[in-house]
């Protein structure tokens, strides 16, 4: 089979011990990768722990110094990974240009800032035990296991390999079986930076592979893609207590109050929910709009959403679903959604054309609804009339989903932010804080727990050591059995009582302490 040849859309195709993958649009061929079984995820693995060794002890100025030359590369080769991901994606190029480019700045916040969140520290002694200093430091895990998702390949290799790495791991990546191309590509490049060490390495396969990896032995497992998978990623981790990173899906909400800047709102709405196709894990789905404005955001939305082209060619603005089984869940949303009381102000059930989905917009679709409670993925927004920001600001935080979200007011934008159940909030914008480096991105519960990005993200991918050292000879030996009970005990008393004993609370009369053999 050649690359110009074509298949018709559909699952990765598995071929002689290689998997292949296809244009989600087209179904030509545009990768192959082997597949890696247990015994080759092993050997993988084994290959990273020399690696991760070698690599951390080049320390955080060299470890630096390769991550931005990685950076370069990708600066320079952008052309290149945005037609790689306009191919096996199905993106227009304009939207691997932007992926490409957000995790830019992510390589290099985690190579400049690894030293400052990680390196040694002192720390304050204890007021009871000035005899000893203090001193903590963070050390690598040593191997970082990774399961990436289809809607971001460069993202999510890029950003999780920035961290890991910067804090001084190896990384053996297994990414989505739709989307090989892009993560191999990417690691060749680190490889051109890194030639001595396999530091980052990809496994290709299905989901024995990557059931492979989390039994595989590796310091930590850092998972990208749906909830119901993170469950059988932790179950299967919890096997070999391997701690895990969950960064799940979401069913991310907006509140538009009455005072929103409309206009903004609904360009902010379409962009943050149709992006990718509507791809997206912090994507809108859900917008819940005051009523005195609801009629005239509907209307700019529906406006602005009609102006959407979709297909594969240069002018489209939406590709195709990039997994088609997410077609059938798509679908059902539309379906229960309408079924369920709702009705479509634009696109419906014959929006729903595979490979792709023409944008759709449900208004008034009651709250017990699949087309609400669950994850679509898809270009499907929900739109619902509340009262106020207050009642919409407790109708998003009612679902157990809690990644991002997004707040549009003019006075209580901050405040409604502040309340919003998620890990991130965007006021008067959407997804904006996934272009900030300095913030950690992730959710709360169903949304998954740890954090990518930032000092907690890079904390993510190290272990914290604490040291003590005596510097003098105790004042007051009491961690000794040499100490005489008695005397120890009535200096110890008095001691914390007046480092401690004083409140606000009013005192007792004091006592004569009295201690006993």
Known sequence: MTATQTNTPGPPIVEDGLLISTNPATGAQVARAPIAGPDDVAAAVERARAAAAWWAGLGFGDRRTRLLRFRSILANQMPEIADLLHRECGKPMIEGVMETTAVLPHITWAA???RRVLGPRRARASTVALEYSARMEYQPLGVIGAIGPWNYPAGAICVLAAYALAAGNAMVYKPSEYTPGVSQWLADRFAEVVPEQPVLQVVHGLGDT?????????DKLAFIGSTATA????ATCAETLTPVLAECGGKDAMIVAAD??????ADAALWGGLCNAGQTCTGIERIYVASAVADAFIQRLVTGAQKLKFGIDDDARLGPIIMPGQVD?????????LADGGRAALGGAEAVQPPYVQPTILVDVPED????????FGPVLVVNRVRDAKEGLARANALPYALGGSVFAKRRGLELAQGMRSGMTAVNSVLSFAAMPSLPYGGVGDSGFGRIGGDDGLREF???KSITARRAPSLLPAWTFERDPDTTARRVVTVMRLLYGRSWLPQPPSATVRFHR
């Open 112 to 114: 400049r800032n690894a």
């Open 210 to 218: 990557g059931a492979a990896l989390c039994r595989s032995g590796v």
């Open 231 to 234: 469950k059988k990623v932790m």
């Open 260 to 265: 929103a800047d409309l206009d903004a709102a």
């Open 329 to 337: 869940t798509i679908r059902r949303h539309i379906a229960d959604g």
């Open 369 to 376: 609804s699949t087309a609400v409670r669950e994850e679509t």
């Open 462 to 464: 190290a272990r914290s």
